[in-house]
């Protein structure tokens, strides 16, 4: 019997979940609860931490979850780290859905930083504009360079923010280049901070920056432990058992 968890929050993770819910596989998906409303789901969905590596292998189990598909976006390493040890102490398949790094192309002024704190480091002294597209949960390690304005683009309205020059940009992706070509004229950005999620959902103001030849500083991904991987979501369904021919994938 298949019964598939999918830990969700991108978008290749809503887009497998309207495969799964197009076969009428018993699939659930799970959300962090990071956002005040999340996009709705056409598959049965909890929200919130499983607490821990030890609440997780507790839920396999009390669930009778057959399979689990980690497509989870690249920075949320924690969930990926739990996932890994989680199915191998229960001996649940896992199956990580892993998009390519994006890759600087020519016209590009990307510098490589490995965390947040080098990318507060690559900033430049003198003022400047800053594009910070990494969300809300890495903000405040920028309260060290408080001379720049910066621009948020946050999913949700913020608290108290830790930086005195910004303005917040409310938008869940996935984004267009028209749309961020216009917010980096808009507010006359001078560098893009971004994090290397892949994927298309937020490439765009990747694109914008090359055509205003806007610097972006690339924070470069986490460590995972190894795991099984698959990009196309063809492969997903192979994996769980079904073929995907009649969906086209
Ligand atoms: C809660 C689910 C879908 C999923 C859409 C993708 C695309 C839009 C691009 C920019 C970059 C950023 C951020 C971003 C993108 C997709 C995808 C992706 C980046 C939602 C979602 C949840 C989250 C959590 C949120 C984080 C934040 C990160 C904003 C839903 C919309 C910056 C990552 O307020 C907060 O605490 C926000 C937290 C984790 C990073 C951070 O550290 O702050 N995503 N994003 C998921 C959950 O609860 O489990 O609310 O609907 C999902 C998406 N965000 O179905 O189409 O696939 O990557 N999300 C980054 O990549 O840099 C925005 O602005 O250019
Ligand atoms: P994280 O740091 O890797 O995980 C922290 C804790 O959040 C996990 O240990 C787990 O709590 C809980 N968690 C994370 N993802 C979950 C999920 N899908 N379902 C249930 N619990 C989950 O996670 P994060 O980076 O904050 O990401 C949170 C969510 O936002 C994920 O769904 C991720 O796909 C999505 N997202 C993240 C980013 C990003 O930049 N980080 C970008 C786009 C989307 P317990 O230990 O209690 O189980």
Same mark, same amino acid.
């Given at each position: ?61 009390? &669930? ?17 780290? &739990? ?112 994090? &290397? ?53």
């Amino acid at each position: 019997m298949t019964r598939p968890l999918l830990l969700g929050g991108t978008t290749e993770a809503s887009h497998l979940a309207r495969l799964l819910a197009a076969r009428g596989i018993d699939a659930v998906f799970s959300y962090a609860g990071r956002t005040d409303a999340p996009l709705p789901q056409p598959l049965p969905t909890r929200i919130g931490g499983f607490g821990g590596v030890e609440g997780l292998a507790a839920y396999l189990r009390d &669930n009778g979850i057959s399979h689990v598909i980690d497509a989870t976006h690249p920075f949320a390493a924690g969930m990926s780290r &739990n996932a890994v040890t989680a199915c191998a102490q229960t001996g649940t398949p896992l199956l990580a859905i892993e998009r390519p790094c994006w890759q600087a192309q020519d016209g590009d002024r990307w510098t490589h930083v490995p965390g947040v704190e080098e990318a507060v480091a690559a900033l430049p002294y003198r003022p400047a504009r800053v594009f910070l597209a990494i969300g809300k949960q890495s903000l405040a390690a920028f309260a060290a360079r408080p001379q720049h304005r910066y621009l948020l683009r946050l999913v949700d309205a913020p608290g108290d923010l830790p930086l005195p020059k910004a303005t917040v940009v409310l938008a869940r992706g996935p984004f267009d280049v028209a749309g961020d070509v216009a917010l980096l004229q808009d507010h006359a950005i001078t560098h893009v901070v971004a994090k &290397n999620a892949g994927g298309t959902g937020a490439a765009a103001k990747l694109v914008a920056a090359r055509q205003r030849g806007v610097p972006v500083i690339m924070i470069d991904r986490p460590h995972l432990p190894a795991r099984q991987t698959a990009f196309h979501l063809g492969d997903v369904l192979r994996w769980l058992g079904h073929d995907s021919a009649d969906l086209g994938v």
